[in-house]
């Protein structure tokens, strides 16, 4: 038996293009604001659905302390590994966005040439996440990544067509997991591009930049939150049940007290006391291409164990001593007149007309459907 200690690296590619319940709620707005906190860019993107998804793969194949934390931090429920992750099987026998959006969700299991990988768990990840194990050389970098990456483009419609590099590959290397999602949807109620036009967004400490801004009247919910100080709308995707919150501090420089209260809210359900109404919305156009190492922020969360000397005698033999190197997470969305593809005046009402709602500020915003948090971001800046 191998004696010698090894890598398993867990690959996250996020892709966002034109742009369960509860548990994984409270994982979602804990890990938002992680991400938050230890990234140093400006603007962010990240996948708590994704994340959450991938280390539950893990789970399955690590024992003692390392599945109890997991288990713990990632809010599964059930007590055998199989109760643990039936939640993630549910979720893809309904997964059903609607016509007007496409959500794929994929998984694969990079095996080492000749590593023992246990029947048992590659026949609870298939059941569970459809998720295949195909054996690769990682002795062969160059031919090895590009493997992987033509498996990442053709996931995420090619539009990330590299997420590794041969010399992010080598000998020491024995799993890779990778989990792909994409998602595009158009708006119910499209934004007019005759309406867009060149408008201030400002940047706290910086001024004004002009920025391409569309405008509408369009039919959203729409109401105030006072746990954030925060004004919100929920823009919903045609023809689905997926939709995106847009929440804008009321203070001109409040985000930073937004983003350190999001643990006292669920995004889920933040705007289920609001009432749909017309409103005169003003959403900048952006695009966030986002790359952040995953290891600062879930070790701060709790996720310690998986990084040190774990017991992965679910997924391998006793003598193979696997330990998690790297999480990763890449992603792309951009936002434009027509939907998504994978938001200093606070909004007002008047008696006289429909509210506004001005986002010529930082905000934070997300996709959701009514269970889970796909994507969630902060857009502090603009060029």
């Known amino acids: 038996m191998a004696s010698h200690r090894s890598f398993l690296h867990v690959r996250l590619i996020i892709l966002l293009s034109f742009l369960a319940g509860f548990h994984a709620d409270r994982f979602a707005s804990r890990f938002l604001q992680k991400a938050l ?73 990079f095996v080492a040439h000749r590593f023992p990988v246990l029947l048992k768990y590659k026949e609870l990840v298939r059941k569970i996440f459809r998720a295949d194990a195909e054996n690769i050389n990682f002795l062969n970098s160059q031919l090895a990544a590009s493997r992987i990456n033509k498996w990442v483009a053709t996931r995420t419609e090619y539009l990330i067509e590299e997420i590794v590099q041969p010399d992010d590959l080598g000998g020491d290397l024995r799993l890779m997991v990778i989990n792909a999602i994409y998602f595009h949807g158009k708006w119910e109620i499209p934004f007019h591009p005759k309406n867009t036009d060149k408008s201030d967004f400002f940047i706290p400490g910086e001024g ?19 746990v954030l100080d925060a004004h919100a709308v929920e823009l919903p995707y045609m ?79 006793p003598g193979e001593r696997l330990f998690v190197s790297e999480v990763l997470q890449k992603a792309v969305i951009e936002v434009n007149e027509e939907g998504s593809t994978a938001a200093a005046v606070t909004a007002s009402v008047t008696k006289s007309g429909p509210p506004m709602f001005n986002v010529n500020r930082p905000f934070l915003f997300a996709i959701k459907d009514q269970q889970r948090v796909y994507f969630v971001g902060r857009v502090r800046r603009l060029d």
Do not use: C
């Not at 004004?208 to 006072?226: A, F």
């Not at 939709?243 to 889920?268: A, D, F, T």
């Open 37 to 109: 906190e230890f990234s140093r860019k400006d603007n962010v993107i990240v996948s708590p659905f994704s994340v959450r998804e991938a280390l539950a793969q893990v789970y399955v194949g690590v024992k003692g302390s390392a599945a109890d934390e997991l288990h713990s931090e990632l809010h599964l429920t059930g007590h055998s590994k199989r109760e643990s992750v039936e939640e993630f099987r549910r979720f893809r026998q309904i997964l059903s966005p609607g016509g007007g959006a496409t959500l794929k969700i994929a998984n694969r299991i």
């Open 208 to 226: 004004p930049v002009k920025v391409d801004m569309m405008h509408g009247l369009i039919n959203v919910l729409y109401g105030r939150t006072d």
């Open 239 to 317: 023809n689905s049940n997926i939709s995106m919150l847009v929440i804008l501090p009321n203070n001109p420089n409040g985000l930073p007290k937004l983003e350190r209260s999001l643990h006292k809210v669920n995004l889920l359900t933040l705007t289920s006391g609001f009432l749909k109404k017309k409103t005169y919305l003003s959403l900048p156009k952006f695009k966030i291409e986002f790359k952040l190492y995953l290891n600062r922020p879930l070790k701060s969360m709790g996720i310690k164990e998986i990084f040190g000397d774990p017991d992965f005698s679910d997924l391998t033999s």
